[in-house]
């Protein structure tokens, strides 16, 4: 099954205490997103790649940073996080070439306190 | 800059009824125009999309409207269903030569079909 997986789905951590939400897609594609939803707000891009070894900010980078080592992985680190980040994250990939779909995950659900 | 202006922010229909969605672009390079439907818990799917090169296209109850001229699309949900409540959100993008440039979303529309 085509599949765009997030974990942890849920998780409520401190202020400062580093994290790691992984994505991975089983869909070979070259584009992989990260968005955060708020209400009011929409879905707004934190960081995109075109490929492995290749990406760059969205909108709202502050406080993130990403990295693609592997065509299928796209993890988002959260360094020192703030309650500020306290959000919905998704994460998204598609083709790179042509128009594509873009296939979202289920949403990782965070609060920071 | 907001690029894509969607609204409204929310809308309630009655069973049967039409709902209609609307956004704005100012990109006039932008050239593909997709909609994407959001169920609580879920994320974002792909519902229906259009090229600005058709002023219309239909999908089952589901339909985009396109005025390039007035830079707008609008989405028409015919015989509204209870199950089509769900987050709706607009979205453009531009093609670099065969390569797709990243989507730029509206800011989304829930909407409740009461039955």
């Known amino acids: 099954e085509a599949q765009v997986t997030q974990n942890p789905r849920y998780l409520i951590t401190v202020t400062g205490k580093k994290l790691t939400v992984t994505c991975s897609q089983n869909m070979n594609h070259e584009y992989m997103s990260w968005y955060r939803q708020d209400p009011g707000l929409g879905l707004r891009q934190i960081y995109y790649s075109m490929n492995v070894e290749v990406t760059d900010k969205g909108d709202v980078p502050e406080g993130y940073k990403v990295s693609r080592k592997e065509k299928r992985n796209f993890p988002l680190i959260l360094e020192s996080p703030s309650p500020n980040q306290t959000s919905l994250y998704f994460c998204?990939?598609?083709?790179?070439?042509?128009?594509?779909?873009?296939?979202f995950g289920e949403g990782s659900r965070l609060t920071v306190l | 800059q907001q690029q894509v202006k969607q609204s409204p922010q929310s809308l309630i229909v009655q069973k049967g009824g039409i709902s209609i969605i609307n956004c704005a672009y100012e990109n006039t390079a932008f050239d593909y125009f997709p909609w994407y439907q959001q169920f609580p818990g879920k994320g974002p799917a792909l519902l229906i999309a259009?090229?600005?090169?058709?002023s219309e296209k239909k999908e089952g109850r589901f339909t985009i409207s396109f005025n390039k001229s007035a830079k707008q699309f609008s989405l028409h949900i015919m015989d509204s269903q209870p199950g089509d409540s769900a987050t709706y959100f607009c979205a453009a993008s531009r093609d670099y030569g065969g390569s797709q440039g990243n989507l730029i979303f509206g800011k989304g529309t829930k909407l409740s079909v009461k039955p």
């Open positions: 998204a990939s598609r083709r790179q070439v042509n128009t594509g779909e873009l296939f």
């Open positions: 259009i090229r600005p090169d058709v």
